[in-house]
């Protein structure tokens, strides 16, 4: 497994808790890293008609292990 650096594992800790914000660990950088390693995706919320889609981020089984003491 690659190694993460803080700022990821940080990341990934937040989206875990459901909490993503703007300023935070997650930059856009950081969220690309971490879906091209397989460590998190997106999934699709519920879109109503007339509405933006939205997308929630979520840990993939290899970003829970990733979490995971050694």
């Known amino acids: 497994m690659p190694g993460l650096h803080p700022r990821e594992i940080d990341c ?4 875990a808790r459901g909490e ?17 390693l397989g ?3 997106q999934v699709p919320t519920l879109c109503l008609p ?3 889609p939205r997308a929630a981020l979520h840990l993939t089984p290899a970003g829970r292990a990733a979490l995971e003491p050694d």
């Not at 993503?20 to 091209?36: F, H, K, N, Y």
């Open 50 to 52: 007339l509405e933006m």
């Open 12 to 15: 990934l800790r937040r989206i």
């Open 39 to 41: 460590f998190i995706e």
């Open 20 to 36: 993503i914000d703007a300023g935070g660990p997650c930059t856009d950088e950081v969220l690309r890293r971490l879906a091209g």
